[in-house]
């Protein structure tokens, strides 16, 4: 007969092997639904739906769409960030870019220049693809660290020649791009490119993700911004901690397009790699008055 020194011991092992069981889902999940996601690296991602209508969204936490169970409160919580990059520093006018840590596949073009400016509140990126021109409206006044470094990356040819690699369709209408390593062929894991810095988020204050917005992707840590980006033709019910760089203003037809055609395979939670090849030929930004 067990003693109750014993049974403590026991009850304490199974409490330590089914915190273990949890964090292992979680971390099968993430690499399952990540939107950077490397076998060597932490993944990049578009994150969790906390929405009223009991959706999921991307990011570690995973990109499902609607038949994707409810996000727990473990999974969509995000910390405050006690290190990493610095958020925009007004006074000074500069940003903080930093090494990225987290491993992945990395296409060096240097580190952006940390003196911007937040003139002109605007800036246009026209996004050149197989399929004609996606234009944005970059809110630099908002996002003035994450506007020059899609500025830098535009200048170095860094997106030049990727490839879309993943499109939600139905409850997470979004198509993530900014991956230079990403096949988008449904068979290889793709997101695990980045340009080996990242930035703090920017502009999340009452932050939406309706149809035409372009925001960042991420992974769930703060200060994890990198290189790729989603564009959204529809509402997604996200939490504000996605970097909303700038709004489509032109292009939506052709998103609709891929979205129509479908993807090549579901990853098992309603995104995957688009039938409809998007290949972004070039990127240029330029300021508007």
């Known amino acids: 007969m067990a003693t109750g020194k014993d049974r403590q011991k026991q009850l304490a092992r199974e409490h330590y092997e089914r915190q273990m069981q949890r964090r292992v889902e979680r971390e099968q999940k993430a690499k399952r639904t990540a939107i950077i996601g490397s ?142 390593t990403a096949k988008a062929d449904g068979k290889s894991q793709d997101g695990s490119g980045g340009p080996g810095y990242v930035m703090a988020e920017e502009n999340l204050q009452g932050a939406q993700y309706k149809r035409g917005v372009m925001a960042m992707a991420k992974t769930q840590a703060p200060g994890s911004t990198g290189s790729q980006f989603f564009l959204v033709f529809g509402d997604i019910q996200l939490t504000p901690d996605y970097t909303p ?18 993807v090549i395979a579901d990853m098992g939670d309603g995104t995957g790699a688009p039938k409809q090849t998007v290949e972004i030929k070039d990127v240029t930004i330029a300021g508007k008055s």
């Open 39 to 180: 076998t060597v690296g932490v993944v990049i991602v578009v994150g969790g739906i906390v929405a009223a209508v009991a959706l999921l969204g991307g990011g570690n936490t995973g990109t499902d769409a609607a038949a994707s169970p409810t996000a727990s409160p473990e999974d969509t919580a995000t910390a405050p960030p006690t290190t990493g990059p610095k958020p925009y520093n007004a006074a000074a006018g500069t940003c903080d870019y930093v090494k990225d840590t987290a491993g992945g596949q990395v296409k060096d073009v240097g580190l952006p220049p940390a003196k911007v400016k937040t003139t002109p509140a605007k800036k246009t990126m026209t996004f050149k693809t197989n399929l004609g021109d996606i234009v944005v409206d970059l809110d630099n006044a908002k996002a003035p660290c994450t506007t020059n470094s899609l500025e830098h990356l535009a200048k170095k040819k860094y997106y030049d020649g990727s490839k879309c690699h993943r499109l939600g369709s139905g409850q997470f209408p979004m198509l993530q791009c900014g991956d230079p």
């Open 245 to 262: 760089v700038g709004t489509i203003t032109k292009g939506l037809d052709i998103l609709d397009k891929v979205s129509k055609a479908g």
